[in-house]
């Protein structure tokens, strides 16, 4: 299947420039949906993955059916004020604009085995923002996956030293 048939691109949203690349079409597609998850099953099946951390909110669609299959725990990572025990924080920018991420203070015990997921690689921000939380707390991050890349942005380059997958890459406008 062509997944990246599938991902609607939208322009000047959410703000004027931005080419935003809707994935809202391709995961009402049982089938599509289907493919993303079994294939990175497989690409992560024997890297002994404990934990499956995912970035607020679309990373979650990916990251949790993920985890269930790979027998692993599911850790969410968020925007300000949404986890109700003790966090830690860390900001980051946006390719317009910047934010915050938190994860509970007690997600990830040192050693944990993570593997890092999200929907989307723009300039990497909130993916090393990520990254940062997972180890700050002890996390070894094992592999960064994406279903989309935005080659052109460059945000492999926030995460060199990181084995780092992407299913769909994007270049261009």
């Not at 607020?56 to 850790?75: N, Q």
Request: no cysteine; hydrophobic share 45%; glycine share 10%.
């Amino acid at each position: 299947m062509e997944l990246a048939s599938l991902v609607r691109s939208i322009p000047d949203f959410p703000v004027k420039g931005i080419l935003f690349r809707d994935i809202t079409t391709l995961i009402r597609d049982g089938e599509a949906l289907q493919e993303v998850i079994d294939t990175l099953v497989e690409r992560y099946i024997d890297s002994d993955v404990e934990v499956v951390a995912a970035i607020e909110a679309r990373g979650w669609i990916f990251g949790a059916p993920l985890a269930y299959e790979l027998g692993a725990g599911f850790v969410p990572v968020r925007k300000p004020s949404k986890l109700p025990a003790e966090t830690i924080s860390v900001s980051y920018a946006l390719e317009y604009g910047t934010n915050t991420l938190e994860i509970h203070k007690d997600a990830i015990a040192p050693g944990t085995k993570v593997l890092l997921v999200d929907d989307l690689l723009a300039t990497g921000g909130s993916a090393k923002a990520a990254v940062d939380l997972i180890e700050k707390l002890g996390g070894q991050v094992i592999g960064i996956a994406f279903l989309i890349e935005l080659v052109d942005l460059k945000g492999r380059e926030a995460l060199k030293g990181y084995d780092l997958y992407s299913m769909i890459q994007f270049a261009g406008a």
